[in-house]
Protein backbone atom coordinates (compact mmCIF):
# COMPACT_ATOMS: atom_id res chain seq x y z
CA UNK A 1 0.00 0.00 0.00
CA UNK A 2 2.67 2.45 1.08
CA UNK A 3 4.31 1.57 -2.79
CA UNK A 4 0.84 2.15 -4.51
CA UNK A 5 0.60 5.27 -2.73
CA UNK A 6 4.35 6.56 -2.80
CA UNK A 7 3.99 7.50 0.94
CA UNK A 8 4.29 5.65 4.45
CA UNK A 9 0.46 5.61 5.66
CA UNK A 10 0.45 2.69 6.13
CA UNK A 11 2.62 0.46 9.23
CA UNK A 12 4.71 -2.52 8.07
CA UNK A 13 5.52 -4.05 12.12
CA UNK A 14 1.30 -5.12 12.66
CA UNK A 15 1.79 -8.45 14.37
CA UNK A 16 0.18 -11.71 13.01
CA UNK A 17 -3.31 -12.26 14.00
CA UNK A 18 -4.93 -16.07 14.50
CA UNK A 19 -9.00 -15.19 14.85
CA UNK A 20 -11.57 -18.42 15.38
CA UNK A 21 -14.04 -17.51 12.64
CA UNK A 22 -15.99 -20.56 13.85
CA UNK A 23 -17.49 -21.34 16.93
CA UNK A 24 -16.47 -24.34 18.96
CA UNK A 25 -18.36 -27.54 18.86
CA UNK A 26 -20.15 -26.53 15.44
CA UNK A 27 -22.73 -28.97 14.54
CA UNK A 28 -24.89 -28.37 11.27
CA UNK A 29 -28.32 -30.76 10.92
CA UNK A 30 -30.38 -30.94 7.80
CA UNK A 31 -33.44 -32.80 7.02
CA UNK A 32 -35.19 -32.89 3.33
CA UNK A 33 -38.21 -34.90 3.17
CA UNK A 34 -39.52 -36.07 -0.02
CA UNK A 35 -43.28 -37.41 -0.82
CA UNK A 36 -44.10 -38.12 -3.88
CA UNK A 37 -47.60 -37.15 -5.36
CA UNK A 38 -47.75 -38.20 -8.59
CA UNK A 39 -45.13 -40.98 -10.06
CA UNK A 40 -46.09 -43.88 -12.40
CA UNK A 41 -42.83 -45.52 -12.00
CA UNK A 42 -43.63 -46.15 -8.18
CA UNK A 43 -46.73 -47.68 -9.01
CA UNK A 44 -46.05 -49.85 -11.88
CA UNK A 45 -42.85 -50.90 -10.45
CA UNK A 46 -44.64 -52.25 -7.34
CA UNK A 47 -47.37 -54.06 -9.08
CA UNK A 48 -44.18 -55.87 -10.96
CA UNK A 49 -42.30 -56.75 -7.96
CA UNK A 50 -45.74 -58.18 -6.00
CA UNK A 51 -46.34 -60.25 -9.62
CA UNK A 52 -42.56 -61.45 -9.27
CA UNK A 53 -42.62 -62.25 -5.74
CA UNK A 54 -45.83 -64.21 -6.53
CA UNK A 55 -43.97 -65.69 -9.20
CA UNK A 56 -41.25 -66.92 -7.04
CA UNK A 57 -43.93 -68.37 -4.74
CA UNK A 58 -45.24 -70.09 -7.42
CA UNK A 59 -41.95 -71.58 -8.80
CA UNK A 60 -41.33 -73.05 -5.13
CA UNK A 61 -44.66 -74.71 -4.84
CA UNK A 62 -43.72 -75.80 -8.39
CA UNK A 63 -40.67 -77.81 -7.61
CA UNK A 64 -42.44 -79.05 -4.11
CA UNK A 65 -45.00 -80.82 -6.28
CA UNK A 66 -42.54 -82.03 -9.11
CA UNK A 67 -40.27 -83.53 -5.93
CA UNK A 68 -43.40 -85.13 -4.66
CA UNK A 69 -44.21 -86.35 -7.99
CA UNK A 70 -40.77 -87.78 -7.89
CA UNK A 71 -41.59 -89.75 -4.73
CA UNK A 72 -44.68 -91.36 -5.10
CA UNK A 73 -43.14 -92.12 -9.07
CA UNK A 74 -40.67 -93.84 -7.05
CA UNK A 75 -42.70 -95.50 -4.53
CA UNK A 76 -45.20 -97.26 -7.06
CA UNK A 77 -41.83 -98.14 -8.90
CA UNK A 78 -40.95 -99.93 -5.69
CA UNK A 79 -43.86 -101.79 -5.59
CA UNK A 80 -44.01 -102.76 -9.17
CA UNK A 81 -40.62 -104.45 -8.90
CA UNK A 82 -41.79 -106.49 -5.59
CA UNK A 83 -44.74 -107.39 -7.32
CA UNK A 84 -42.31 -108.22 -10.60
CA UNK A 85 -40.53 -110.52 -8.29
CA UNK A 86 -43.10 -112.42 -6.67
CA UNK A 87 -44.34 -113.26 -9.93
CA UNK A 88 -40.60 -114.55 -10.86
CA UNK A 89 -41.11 -116.62 -7.72
CA UNK A 90 -44.35 -118.59 -8.88
CA UNK A 91 -43.04 -119.25 -12.44
CA UNK A 92 -39.77 -120.55 -10.55
CA UNK A 93 -42.07 -123.08 -8.76
CA UNK A 94 -43.64 -123.89 -11.94
CA UNK A 95 -40.44 -124.24 -13.39
CA UNK A 96 -39.24 -126.67 -11.10
CA UNK A 97 -42.39 -129.13 -11.25
CA UNK A 98 -41.97 -129.01 -14.76
CA UNK A 99 -38.44 -129.99 -14.88
CA UNK A 100 -39.22 -132.90 -11.63
CA UNK A 101 -42.31 -134.18 -13.91
CA UNK A 102 -40.30 -134.02 -17.03
CA UNK A 103 -37.36 -136.53 -15.29
CA UNK A 104 -39.76 -138.56 -14.13
CA UNK A 105 -41.29 -138.98 -17.62
CA UNK A 106 -37.76 -139.89 -19.13
CA UNK A 107 -36.75 -142.67 -16.64
CA UNK A 108 -40.48 -144.02 -17.40
CA UNK A 109 -39.60 -143.69 -20.86
CA UNK A 110 -42.20 -141.40 -21.53
CA UNK A 111 -40.63 -138.61 -22.91
CA UNK A 112 -37.32 -138.13 -24.83
CA UNK A 113 -34.26 -136.24 -22.98
CA UNK A 114 -34.79 -133.43 -24.59
CA UNK A 115 -37.45 -132.07 -22.42
CA UNK A 116 -34.96 -131.92 -19.74
CA UNK A 117 -33.11 -129.93 -21.23
CA UNK A 118 -35.41 -127.90 -22.71
CA UNK A 119 -36.48 -127.19 -18.96
CA UNK A 120 -33.38 -126.71 -17.64
CA UNK A 121 -32.63 -123.99 -19.95
CA UNK A 122 -35.75 -122.19 -19.06
CA UNK A 123 -34.61 -122.35 -15.46
CA UNK A 124 -31.44 -121.25 -16.12
CA UNK A 125 -33.32 -118.02 -18.00
CA UNK A 126 -35.16 -117.71 -15.48
CA UNK A 127 -32.37 -117.45 -12.76
CA UNK A 128 -31.31 -114.14 -14.62
CA UNK A 129 -34.60 -112.80 -15.09
CA UNK A 130 -35.07 -113.02 -11.50
CA UNK A 131 -31.83 -111.76 -10.08
CA UNK A 132 -32.47 -108.42 -12.42
CA UNK A 133 -35.49 -108.11 -10.70
CA UNK A 134 -34.06 -108.13 -7.51
CA UNK A 135 -31.63 -105.39 -8.63
CA UNK A 136 -33.95 -103.57 -9.72
CA UNK A 137 -36.32 -103.25 -6.80
CA UNK A 138 -32.95 -102.48 -4.92
CA UNK A 139 -32.35 -100.11 -7.26
CA UNK A 140 -36.10 -98.61 -6.76
CA UNK A 141 -35.41 -98.85 -3.01
CA UNK A 142 -32.11 -97.18 -2.95
CA UNK A 143 -33.65 -94.10 -5.34
CA UNK A 144 -37.16 -93.89 -2.84
CA UNK A 145 -35.00 -93.69 -0.15
CA UNK A 146 -32.56 -91.01 -1.94
CA UNK A 147 -35.47 -88.34 -2.70
CA UNK A 148 -36.00 -88.82 1.05
CA UNK A 149 -32.77 -88.10 2.01
CA UNK A 150 -32.49 -91.26 3.68
CA UNK A 151 -29.53 -93.92 3.58
CA UNK A 152 -29.96 -96.33 0.57
CA UNK A 153 -31.04 -99.51 2.24
CA UNK A 154 -33.47 -98.22 4.53
CA UNK A 155 -36.61 -100.53 4.43
CA UNK A 156 -40.16 -99.25 2.85
CA UNK A 157 -43.17 -99.92 4.51
CA UNK A 158 -46.04 -100.70 2.27
CA UNK A 159 -49.37 -98.84 2.13
CA UNK A 160 -51.82 -100.79 0.73
CA UNK A 161 -54.15 -98.07 0.45
CA UNK A 162 -51.68 -96.31 -2.15
CA UNK A 163 -52.67 -99.00 -4.79
CA UNK A 164 -56.27 -99.08 -4.44
CA UNK A 165 -58.23 -97.75 -7.39
CA UNK A 166 -59.89 -94.23 -7.25
CA UNK A 167 -63.86 -94.19 -7.06
CA UNK A 168 -64.67 -92.32 -10.54
CA UNK A 169 -66.19 -89.43 -8.73
CA UNK A 170 -63.06 -88.60 -6.38
CA UNK A 171 -60.77 -89.05 -9.88
CA UNK A 172 -62.88 -86.24 -11.66
CA UNK A 173 -62.61 -83.69 -8.63
CA UNK A 174 -58.83 -84.65 -7.93
CA UNK A 175 -58.74 -83.98 -12.22
CA UNK A 176 -60.48 -80.41 -11.55
CA UNK A 177 -58.30 -79.54 -8.39
CA UNK A 178 -55.04 -80.63 -10.61
CA UNK A 179 -56.19 -78.45 -13.19
CA UNK A 180 -56.58 -75.12 -10.86
CA UNK A 181 -53.66 -75.44 -8.49
CA UNK A 182 -51.01 -76.27 -11.72
CA UNK A 183 -48.10 -73.67 -10.18
CA UNK A 184 -46.36 -74.11 -13.07
CA UNK A 185 -49.69 -72.21 -14.88
CA UNK A 186 -49.56 -69.68 -11.81
CA UNK A 187 -46.06 -68.95 -12.54
CA UNK A 188 -46.32 -67.97 -15.98
CA UNK A 189 -49.72 -66.00 -15.02
CA UNK A 190 -47.47 -64.44 -12.54
CA UNK A 191 -44.62 -63.67 -14.82
CA UNK A 192 -47.03 -61.95 -17.19
CA UNK A 193 -48.26 -59.34 -14.94
CA UNK A 194 -45.18 -58.89 -14.31
CA UNK A 195 -43.84 -58.22 -17.61
CA UNK A 196 -47.02 -56.16 -18.29
CA UNK A 197 -46.35 -53.96 -15.23
CA UNK A 198 -43.13 -53.01 -16.47
CA UNK A 199 -44.25 -52.63 -20.43
CA UNK A 200 -46.63 -50.26 -18.75
CA UNK A 201 -44.14 -48.53 -17.11
CA UNK A 202 -42.06 -47.60 -20.12
CA UNK A 203 -44.70 -46.67 -21.39
CA UNK A 204 -45.31 -43.84 -19.54
CA UNK A 205 -42.46 -42.50 -18.85
CA UNK A 206 -43.32 -39.18 -20.45
CA UNK A 207 -45.51 -38.30 -18.16
CA UNK A 208 -44.53 -35.67 -15.16
CA UNK A 209 -43.84 -36.53 -11.63
CA UNK A 210 -44.99 -34.60 -8.63
CA UNK A 211 -43.09 -34.40 -5.09
CA UNK A 212 -43.41 -32.68 -2.28
CA UNK A 213 -40.44 -31.88 -0.58
Known sequence: LNSLTESNSFPTDIENVNEQFLPNNFHETRLRLVQP???TDIYYNRKAQQALSGMSESQKE???NSLIRDIRVAYFQYLQSLEAIEIYDQAGKLLNE??????SLVANDKATPEVITQAEFQISQWTADHTSAIQQAQQARSYFNFLLNRPLTSPIEIDESLVAQPEASGLTAWQAEGR????VLQQLDRAQQAAGAQGDMQRLQALPTVNAV
Open 62 to 64: AYR
Open 180 to 183: QNRY
Open 98 to 103: LLRTNQ
Open 37 to 39: IFN
